[in-house]
């Protein structure tokens, strides 16, 4: 496959990954809702948020950098409803966010289940490997009576 073709079905994954995410945070919130029940609404939705994380995120983590890292990256969760709130904003009359504390669950959710998606459907660079490495050689000074701590 080309290398233009795969970054296509790349975005394409990951849009559909997206709107999946914002449809399970949807049905789970009782903060977060869309007005009208068709589908297109939905991808909307998930692909304007989906461009506010590519380029306006970034800007914000930089500039709460030093929040990031007091909060050993709990921060991002919080830059994450912030986004949720925006989208909600640019999609006012179709897709509504009533409160901060639902945008911030919301915004947890999106993460956990695009999160998980990705993983199973192998559209992020994360890999898991299991190995089993040989135990270490016995050295020749090494008879085996070194110093025992109990625990």
């Known amino acids: 496959m ?3 073709t795969k ?8 849009w559909i990954i997206n709107t999946l995410a914002v449809m399970v945070a949807v049905e789970v919130v ?3 809702h869309f007005s009208d029940p068709g589908l297109l609404v939905r991808v909307l939705t998930a ?37 949720l709130c925006f989208v909600s904003w640019l999609m006012q009359p179709y897709f509504q966010v009533n409160t901060f504390g639902a945008a911030i669950l ?14 199973l459907t192998g ?16 050295k020749p000074d090494n008879d085996g009576n070194g110093p025992v701590i109990d625990v």
């Open 7 to 14: 970054k296509t079905l790349h975005f394409f994954k990951s």
């Open 47 to 83: 692909l304007v948020l989906g461009i506010l994380n590519a380029f306006i995120r970034p800007i914000l983590v930089i500039f709460a950098l030093p929040l990031l890292i007091l909060t050993l990256g709990l921060f991002m969760l919080v830059i994450n409803a912030l986004m």
């Open 123 to 138: 559209n992020s660079n994360a890999r898991v490997t299991v190995q089993r490495r040989p135990p270490p050689p016995n």
């Open 106 to 119: 919301g915004a947890l959710i999106i993460s956990l289940v695009s999160g998980a998606l990705n993983i």
């Open 2 to 4: 080309q290398a233009e």
């Open 30 to 32: 009782h903060g977060i």
